[in-house]
């Protein structure tokens, strides 16, 4: 029937993405060796051929070490996003409050340079991994700084009780998404913006959502291009006994 030819093909989709995920896995995993080679002899050209280089030379060292570190962040990005679900802690009660203080005091370098300001509501304890939510509010934060445009940003963090979830909700007054990419830009690996301007993987907004989603949570953005984005994802409020 209907009913069990959707089952069959929802059971064949489970098992190739769980297979594409042990394939991300391995192959992110078996990248790292390798490239901490390439890191390492990159190092010590520098530091002992350095001398003997060259304009050309050290530029060409640098954008060698460039490309290294931006493949080092692109596989580190694609080991947690595999990790999700068979690396993830427990489920305990989660103080969101600490979590953003946490993430406030990583972003201090980039805060200060931008001059950002970010206001926060009192944020509530909900349920669920304390290391992965941190993850997801340092990516929203750190997109909110980075797709600011030429003015400081401004970010605004609210907290609201749906039922037996929390919405929560980062604003900001940066360069905005097209109507047509706001769906996208959850994808793996998705790059919008021009790559010059601003350096990613395109893969933090899928590593939140898949987070999310690990917390029985949705996470969507509303946006208008030039008026800022919101970003909001719902998590499990704690409940009353925790
Ligand atoms: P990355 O920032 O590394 O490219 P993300 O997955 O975090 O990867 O974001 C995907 C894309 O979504 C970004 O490249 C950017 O184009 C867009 N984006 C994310 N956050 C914002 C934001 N707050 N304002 C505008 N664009 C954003």
Not at 13 to 33: G, V
Request: glycine share 6%; net charge negative; with cysteine.
């Amino acid at each position: 029937s209907y009913e069990i030819e959707r089952e069959h093909r929802e059971q064949a989709l489970e098992e190739s993405n769980a297979r594409l995920e042990q394939f991300a896995y391995a192959a992110s995993h078996d990248l790292q060796e390798p490239l901490r080679m390439v890191s390492s002899y990159l190092r010590l050209i520098e530091s002992q051929y350095g001398d003997a280089l060259d304009g050309d030379g050290e530029e060409f060292l640098e954008f060698a070490v460039d490309g290294a570190d931006r493949m080092r962040e692109m596989i580190d990005g694609l080991l947690a996003y595999s990790r999700v679900e068979t690396r993830g802690d427990p489920f305990e009660p989660v103080d969101l409050e600490t979590v953003l203080e946490d993430v406030r005091q990583d972003l201090q370098l980039q805060i200060e340079d931008t001059n950002a300001e970010i206001t926060a509501a009192t944020l509530p304890r909900v349920k669920g991994d304390d290391n992965q939510l941190r993850q997801v509010v340092q990516n929203l934060l750190e997109n909110a700084i980075t797709y600011s445009g030429d003015s400081a940003p401004r970010i605004r963090i609210d907290a609201n009780r749906r039922k037996q979830k929390w919405v929560i909700s980062v604003r900001d007054n940066g360069i905005g998404i097209e109507p047509e990419e706001q769906d996208r830009i959850f994808d793996i690996f998705d790059r919008l913006h021009n790559r010059e301007e601003y350096e990613g993987t395109g893969l933090g907004l899928a590593l939140c959502q898949r987070i999310v989603e690990r917390h029985d949570g949705e996470i969507w953005v509303e946006s208008e291009p030039g008026n800022g984005s919101t970003f909001s994802f719902t998590l499990p409020a704690v409940a009353d006994r925790d």
